[in-house]
């Protein structure tokens, strides 16, 4: 996967979308085989050293938010920086809030969990994940527990952040979503089935704009 690629991964349950992911996010390690990121080997690194590579190289959106509810949005996002480690206070509340705002939460800073929609706070937690200014986005069913409006929205999102030269890996079993990606492997049996490369990914701006005023099909 080139710099600024949008890849989705597709399969049926137990196809291996989960392994590859975590393989891919340095969460496991191949038994055997190279796994080349950003041009370092990881395939042997450490889990310490695999920690740092996740720290400062990798972001992480969840189906499930993840977001603890005691603390506020901008909180929330600046929980990765401090596990980092090397930004004052101040700097990390500027870098959480310019990530809130990039995803369109400008006046969401401080609200809590409980107080916004599901796909605020999946926005939240795209947030969270860009605040490190990580190389490469890994996605594992983000639009699962959305609506058809709120998946889209999410979505366009990720199509804007791709083209900003974010390099993305989605997870996802719904063909309408892996039709936006610019690439999408499909998987059987822990293999790469196929590849397939679209030349113009679904705009999900477009799709957006084609539902029905109250977002729901018909």
Aim: aromatic content about 4%; glycine content about 8%.
């Amino acid at each position: 996967m080139a710099p600024g690629a949008f890849t989705a991964i597709m399969g049926h349950s137990g196809s291996g979308k989960s392994t590859l992911m975590n393989l891919l996010g340095c969460l496991d390690r191949p038994t055997f085989g190279t796994y080349m990121l950003d041009g370092q080997n990881v395939s042997r690194k450490s889990r310490w050293q695999l920690a740092e590579v996740r720290s400062r190289t990798i972001g992480f959106v969840f189906q499930s938010f993840h977001l603890l509810p005691r603390l506020s949005a901008r909180a929330n996002c600046e929980l990765p920086l401090q596990y980092a480690g090397g930004l004052s206070r101040k700097e990390r509340r500027e870098r959480a809030s310019e990530a809130l705002i990039r995803v369109g939460l400008h006046d969401k800073l401080e609200r809590r969990p409980t107080e916004l929609s599901g796909g605020q706070q999946q926005r939240v937690t795209i947030a969270r994940a860009l605040v490190n200014r990580p190389k490469l986005l890994l996605a594992d069913e983000p639009t699962g527990n959305l609506d058809t409006r709120t998946g889209l929205e999410l979505l366009a999102l990720l199509q804007d952040l791709n083209a900003a030269g974010v390099t993305l890996v989605l997870v996802t079993h719904e063909a309408d979503v892996a039709a936006c990606a610019k690439q999408v492997i499909h998987m059987s049996d822990g293999l790469i089935h196929r590849l397939e490369e679209h030349a113009a990914p679904q705009d999900a701006r477009q799709a957006l704009a084609k539902l029905p005023e109250e977002g729901r099909a018909t």
